[in-house]
């Protein structure tokens, strides 16, 4: 029973007096403030602390003291699935619980002693909801919530507009909130992110720069996108930021036509040893347009071989070396690749559209000191919206300017802009840092359980969000488990390994990623449970009990990890 407590000045000596209490009753409690009674507070800043950890599930129960007790109340109540009882004796500490199931206590210090708080307390903390007759009223209150704050539900907004893509968007809620998500190139993004999106700036149209628009009325995405462009640069310590790409792939052929022309040479990672669609894919529109020459990892351990990356550059001087992968597990060293690029008179560019994230927590060294172009998307470990962004050198600013706009796109997606920002401002928090570290503590726990034959791990081991797995010696192919693991609810995606002897459709391995389930809050001890779920059932795939078992599994766990809460 976890207990979130908070009060305005006034109720600082009651709130200290009932932490302390609690605590020594074994009660995991939270103090949200305020600290400091000689200084007047405004009750709102703390009461819509604790109310929004209650109607967010992070708590089980709340209590709140100002000087009356009425205004913590009011604000309390303002929030969905909160309901806070306002008492000031035995019988209503009573029937808070027994008739109304009050998750929030609220307490009128001025007249209160400690013992009588702490009597209060008590009775309300072991009074059980006597439900029957009072459920009944309570899903009137529920109904009554649902409906006040549907115009903020988007699924209730479309539901009078077009009711069959409400039902689709519901389920496909139900989907994510069902299922345990491990491909790594997804996330889960913040309400604030979704809320920054579906903004007015959806509306506007913004051709050119800020200061430089072919459109009226762009003053305030001027203002947007400066905003995103200078906590890019300061996130990730680069000379530019071009927040306008709005896509990965977008931004990788914008800053390959800022440096080279048709025809010339470059040298990215294969496809099938970890690289991207956009490095020279032979189905890749970028092989059509440049000379693509590949490199790749070593047979023997999965990793990069840079002897190899050295040789290839020094036999066909590519004017520009791509580092960066898609499912790659081990740290990057851009400082050897930057010394092959300048070896060799070659741009050097990195793609850390996977690492972002990490890199800017700290988690993974950052490619930025040594790159003259780094391109990203905005989403997977970074958490933000579905986009793309470019950093690059001071001397290359205008080049890649031009390149994203007019060169490959017209007006940009203002709406995402103001997405993306909001993005980059999350990732500058402690809880982010936290949240990556987090990420990769996962991803190592989760890895560690396939190390054993018959499986194996490529390149033996991860330093980032993802690993790639070789289902060769388990018998499978990676569409075979991929469909597998979905029975049950565990989301993956088939992903060809290095020196693959099969097609593309159908590939000897999966890739695995845990930012999505760290979002949810899971930590080690889930994260060692769908790995050895994973394990099980990939050895046994055609078991039905135990795809029955496991679906229930899932679904138990993810409903400890719910996500958007109160959105839809």
């Avoid at 009753?25 to 009750?43: L, Q, R």
């Avoid at 997977?380 to 706009?405: H, M, N, Q, S, W």
Wanted: aromatic residues 8%; contains cysteine.
């Amino acid at each position: 029973m976890r207990i979130a407590i908070g009060s305005d000045h006034r109720g600082i000596r009651i709130k200290e007096s009932l932490r302390s209490y609690l605590e020594r009753k074994g009660f995991p409690v939270f103090d949200f403030g305020a600290y400091n009674d000689n200084e007047s507070v405004d009750y709102p800043d703390f009461a819509s602390q604790v109310a929004e950890k209650i109607s967010n599930g992070d708590f089980d129960l709340g209590i709140l003291i100002c000087g009356t007790g009425i205004g913590m109340s009011i604000v309390a109540n303002k929030f969905y699935n909160v309901r806070a009882a306002l008492i000031n004796d035995e019988e209503t500490a009573k029937f808070a619980k027994l008739h109304n199931n009050a998750n929030i206590l609220v307490l009128g210090g001025n007249n209160l002693s400690q013992e009588s708080a702490r009597k209060y307390v008590d009775i309300w903390l072991n009074t059980s909801f006597e439900g029957g007759r009072h459920q009944k009223r309570l899903d009137k209150i529920i109904e009554i919530e649902s409906k006040n704050k549907s115009r903020y539900n988007v699924v209730d907004i479309l539901e009078g507009y077009d009711k069959q893509l409400a039902h689709l968007v519901s389920l496909e809620l139900k989907r994510e909130q069902d299922s345990i998500v491990l491909i790594a190139s997804e996330n889960i993004a913040s309400k604030a992110v979704l809320a920054a999106q579906g903004s007015v700036f959806t509306n506007k149209y913004a051709e050119g720069y800020p200061g430089k628009r072919y459109y009226g009325g762009c003053e305030f995405c001027d203002d947007i996108e400066n905003i995103a462009i200078e906590r890019a640069k300061k996130l990730f310590n680069a000379d530019h930021a071009n927040v306008q790409p709005i896509s990965g792939s977008a931004a990788n052929l914008s800053a390959y036509f800022a440096v080279l022309n048709p025809g010339d040479t470059i040298l990215t990672m294969k496809l099938a040893h970890g690289g991207h669609l956009t490095h020279g894919a032979t189905v890749s529109i970028v092989s059509k347009i440049f000379n693509v020459v590949h490199y790749g990892v070593r047979k023997e351990d999965g990793l990069i071989d840079y002897e190899e990356v050295e040789r290839l550059a020094i036999e066909n001087k590519p004017k520009l070396i791509v580092a960066g992968a898609s499912s790659y597990s081990r740290i990057i060293d851009f400082d050897r690749f930057k010394n092959i690029a300048d070896k060799v008179g070659a741009y050097f560019m990195v793609d850390m559209a996977h690492i972002a994230g990490l890199v800017a927590a700290g988690v993974h060294p950052s490619p930025v000191p040594f790159a003259d172009i780094v391109t990203s998307t905005t989403h997977k470990t970074l958490r933000g919206p579905r986009g793309g962004f470019i950093l690059c050198k001071e001397y290359l600013k205008d080049k890649v300017d031009k390149a994203v706009f007019p060169g490959i796109q017209g007006g940009p997606l203002v709406h995402t802009i103001v997405a993306k920002a909001v993005s980059f401002r999350e990732a500058m928090t402690e809880e982010f840092k936290d949240y990556q570290r987090q990420v990769v503590t996962n991803s190592k726990v989760m890895a560690e359980v396939f190390m054993e034959e018959p499986f194996r791990v490529i390149s033996g081991g991860t330093d980032n969000h993802l690993f790639l797995l070789d289902l060769t010696g388990v018998g499978i192919t990676g569409k075979t488990a991929e469909k597998t693991l979905e029975e049950i609810g565990v989301v993956v995606n088939k992903n060809a390994i290095p020196f693959d002897d099969k097609p593309p459709t159908l590939t000897s391995g999966i890739r695995i990623g845990t930012p999505t389930i760290t979002t949810r809050g899971m930590k080690e001890k889930e994260s060692l449970k769908i790995a050895e779920i994973i394990k099980d059932l990939l050895l046994d795939p055609y078991n039905m009990n135990k795809k029955r078992n496991y679906r229930e599994e899932v679904i138990d766990l993810c409903k400890k990890f719910p996500i958007y809460k109160d959105l839809f």
